[in-house]
Every structure is written in C-alpha cells, then in structure tokens.
C-alpha cells in the first residue's frame, strides 16, 4: 500500500461549523476520499486552539462543602449548576453561590473576587471584610 497524500489540519474552534468550544465540529470545504482502495492516506492534525474551558461538571462532582466563620462556624453544601463552563464564569458562579449561601449567617458578609492567570492556569481568590469603618 502506498501513500498517495499527507494532510495536515490546523483547527480552531471560532472557525468551527457547530458546536461549542468544548465539543466543536469542523467541516472540510474540500472532502478527504480515496480513489482507490490500495492506497492510503495520512493525515495529522498540527495545531488545534479551543479556548479554555471546563468539561461538563455533572454530579456528584459539583458539590462543595463550605466553611464560615465569622461570629461561629457554620457548614454548608453549595451545588454547582451543571453544565460547561469558561474558567472565569465558573469563578463568578462559585463566588455567586457562595456569596449567596453565606449571607444568612454573615453580620458582615465578606467581598469574594478571583482572578484568572492564563499563562500558569491558576485561580486565585481572595476574601476581604465588607466592614464600613
């Protein structure tokens, strides 16, 4: 068997034909076929660019336990929509939910912020007091 083409595909997901960043579709504008069947074909795919972003979170996994302290302890669970998420929606909708959860028991509820550093793939959040001085 002979190899008769070499293909090398360079993908990005913003030129994808359906999908979403994280399962997207790409179409050929020209078709792949072989005109005979003793001979093959390579093809390589080079470079590929899809945003960052995370696989569905489904359950179990998107349970936390959260622990305030403030006044007392107080310990609770927060569930996470499931779903796809870009790295800083994920952020917003932690901070959101716990936010969200911690009001109730907090006399001060704290500012929750996250920033995203791309280059070394980390999160970092950080807590300050909402205290009016």
């Known amino acids: 068997m002979s ?5 090398n595909l360079y993908l990005d997901s913003k030129y994808r034909t359906s999908g979403g960043n994280p399962n ?3 179409a050929l504008s020209q078709p792949i076929t072989l005109s005979n069947p003793n001979h093959r074909f390579t093809c390589a795919i080079r470079s590929v ?3 960052y972003s995370f696989k569905q979170l489904v ?3 998107n349970v936390l336990r959260v622990e305030y302290t403030e006044v007392g302890t107080v310990q609770f669970f927060i569930t996470i ?3 796809n998420y870009a790295i800083t929606v994920l ?3 932690l901070i959101n939910l716990i936010q969200t959860a911690i009001t109730p028991f907090a006399v001060n509820p704290p500012l929750i912020t996250s920033s995203y550093n791309q280059y070394e793939g980390k999160v970092t959040f950080s807590i300050a007091s909402n205290c009016l001085s």
């Open 24 to 26: 997207p579709s790409f």
């Open 81 to 83: 929509p499931e779903g």
């Open 3 to 7: 190899t008769v083409a070499k293909y």
């Open 49 to 51: 660019d899809i945003p």
């Open 59 to 61: 359950a179990p996994y």
């Open 91 to 93: 952020c917003q909708t």
